[in-house]
């Protein structure tokens, strides 16, 4: 079992999840194609030099102004759609766009489309990928021309879920001539899902009604207002899809990339800071706790609940809730009985933690509720929960855990009518009881331990913005603490490993193969594709010469086997002793490791290593600080190469 949600075990779930997804359907309905053409067959999965546009287009509109969309279907390859949504699942850099987070009335974004959460990539690598020339190349028969001199000027991957509110708007003006382009990523879609993207007429009747599908392509004149329209209440996933605008002005698409390379070094740079008030950490005053508990809860067990107000100014509360518009931001829509089911997190570095002024208060809050003074974090992270999530009764460590758990809520000027209380049960079963509820308060710190079942709730519907609960948690030693962090960045790096890198490999030496995209087909949209995959990886040698896109040589950065570029470790599986590598054989409450057969022997290497620093330290985590250090530092850095990699070779 499962006892955290924390921000690494975010990533490794989602990248599992592409294995095996999560949306439960029937094989891919490949349904007769409406053709302006005469329709053909099309059961090659081709590069972009011979694609049958003309086989592929279902359906034309027209605006009464004339302006045009146009619908093709199975525009890209599964081996395409499986990589596009394999690096914006598990290695997408998510922004949310909403201007003041905590307006929970007009909820206002930076962008017209009002869609809050994005993920923008380098546009000029994209285009420059197969994948992007055959979107070129679509526009091109869509304007009915050879060579249009169309460009990219923005690329983003983009995410609405129930209860969000996207608004009609309009690429550019007419003036401009620019094309947009929509590729549907989603999964198995039921007619009862919603969904769909409305084009509208100037005088605001609609134009176009357009189903989402998986690999649909929707190109149109840039001057038609639109909107996405959210998935319904039912559907608990996020509808997930990628809009590329071009444009004919060398002028603009020199402008975008310029802003995207400012704003991505900016975000970069705010990441790799210190964490906010880490300059006035030695300023922290020795307060008397005891004058700011406003509340204190015991369970019928024992165990305790705190809860202190005004042990924050109002300038230090701002300086952290503007960090985290700046932060790394993991969602996970997976539906998981043993977590808290919060979809979106907010993570920090813990060393970086420790030097702050919010930790040294915190620790002061820590000894004062257990009595003991060596508490240390090992998850950092903020909870952002909106009105139509889906939040679940949880505990956040193992029964046997000594550990606690710190919030601060940090939404201003928060109504009592707007919800959003955490809820604390007497036990983790449909038959128990409340023992208390707090309702969210700026600036208001609630503790309590780990073992304690509880939930935050999402805010009233009319609440239109994000719930903002900074969540810390702590073991009783940094020892413990940095064992804790260890096994949860090692799901990470595993699955990195063997989850993220060894499919993307696979997918790009196996892309264009029949068998195999058929294969990917399933994969994408059932939880049954085992058995397809293996059929299709054994009758590989039917496949006559090189799949297209597959490179056939080695990287420039001369690692890695052929046909994929800078690939890190070895893909061969390694058997290892359950006892030698188990952390709980060590520490009984460290969280349960789950092996996987398929684990690379540079993994396997890496834990053999660091388990092996843990039995040295004596009991001492400051000795543990820098192996930490370097391992987490390795996975940033395999997270930037394998998220480029994957672009580059698209």
């Not at 914006?88 to 987070?101: A, I, N, R, Y």
């Not at 039921?190 to 005088?203: E, S, V």
């Not at 990628?242 to 070094?265: A, R």
């Amino acid at each position: 079992m499962r006892y955290h949600k924390s921000v690494s075990l975010v990533a490794i779930v989602l990248v599992f999840a592409l294995w095996q997804d999560s949306v439960v359907g029937k094989k891919y309905d490949h349904q007769k194609k409406k053709s302006h053409s005469k329709e053909k067959p099309h059961t090659k999965y081709s590069a972009a030099g011979n694609f049958d546009f003309d086989a592929h287009l279902t359906k034309t509109f027209r605006t009464l102004s004339d302006e045009k969309i146009s619908v093709y279907d199975d525009f890209l390859r599964p081996s395409d759609i499986y990589l596009l949504r394999l690096y914006v699942v598990s290695l997408g850099q998510w922004e949310h766009t909403l201007k003041d987070p905590n307006d929970g009335i007009k909820a206002e974004t930076v962008d017209k489309d009002h869609i809050t959460w994005k993920t923008r990539i380098n546009f000029a690598k994209l285009e420059k990928t197969s994948v992007g020339q055959r979107l070129l190349a679509g526009v091109n028969h869509f304007l009915n021309a050879s060579e249009s001199k169309y460009h990219f000027y923005e690329a983003a991957f983009k995410l609405v879920r129930r209860g969000d509110i996207p608004l009609i708007s309009t690429d550019a003006s007419p003036e401009e001539k620019d094309i947009t382009m929509v590729i549907q990523l989603v999964s198995k879609w039921k007619k009862n899902d919603y969904g769909d993207i409305l084009f509208y007429d100037q005088d605001e009747e609609v134009a176009a009604a357009i189903h989402p599908r998986l690999a649909r392509c929707i190109i149109f004149d840039a001057s038609i207002p639109y909107i996405h329209k959210p998935p319904s209440i039912d559907y608990k996933f996020g509808q997930m899809f990628l809009t590329i605008k071009l444009t004919k002005s060398e002028e603009k698409v020199k402008e975008f990339h310029d802003q995207w390379k400012l704003k991505y070094s900016k975000r970069n740079a705010a990441r790799n800071a210190d964490f906010v008030t880490a300059h006035k950490s030695k300023e922290a005053p020795k307060l008397d706790i005891s004058k700011y508990q406003t509340k204190k809860v015991e369970t019928p067990d024992g165990k305790k609940i705190f809860v202190f107000d005004g042990l924050f100014k109002n300038e230090e509360l701002e300086e952290l809730r503007q960090s985290i518009k700046n932060a790394r931001f993991y969602y996970d829509d997976s539906v998981d009985s043993g977590t808290d089911n919060v979809q979106w997190i907010a993570g920090f570095n813990i060393d970086s933690y420790t030097k702050s002024y919010f930790w040294q208060i915190q620790k002061q809050v820590a000894a004062y509720v257990s009595g003991k003074d060596q508490w240390y974090p090992y998850d950092v992270a903020c909870n952002m929960i909106r009105s139509a999530d889906h939040t679940q009764i949880h505990t956040d460590c193992a029964d046997v855990a000594d550990e606690w758990t710190f919030l601060l809520y940090l939404n201003p000027g928060w109504k009592s009518s707007y919800g959003g209380e955490t809820a604390y049960t007497t036990n983790n079963s449909d038959i128990s009881e409340f023992v208390t509820e707090v309702r969210p308060r700026y600036g208001r710190v609630v503790i309590f331990q780990g073992t304690i079942p509880h939930s935050a709730r999402p805010p009233a519907h009319d609440f239109k913005g994000i719930r903002y609960s900074f969540a810390v948690k702590m073991a009783n030693t940094e020892h413990q603490a940095r064992v804790n962090r260890f096994m949860e960045d090692f799901r990470l790096y595993k699955g990195l490993i063997d989850g993220t890198l060894q499919s993307a490999k696979e997918a790009i030496r196996m892309r264009g193969r029949t068998r195999y995209e058929k294969s990917l087909i399933n994969r994408l949209t059932t939880d049954e594709m085992e058995p397809e995959l293996e059929q299709a990886q054994g009758n590989e040698e039917e496949e006559e010469g090189p799949p297209p896109g597959y490179k056939g040589e080695r990287g420039p950065e001369g690692e890695g086997e052929e046909g994929y570029e800078g690939q890190e470790g070895e893909g061969e599986g390694m058997e290892q002793d359950r006892e030698e590598m188990d952390p709980t054989r060590i520490y009984t409450h460290a969280y349960e490791f789950e092996e996987n057969e398929g684990a690379s022997k540079y993994v396997m290497k890496e834990f053999d290593t660091i388990v092996s620093n843990i039995k040295s330290a004596d009991g001492k985590g400051e000795k543990l600080r820098e192996p930490l250090k370097n391992f987490v530092d390795r996975l940033a850095s395999m997270h930037v190469k394998t998220s480029d990699k994957i672009i580059r070779n698209l």
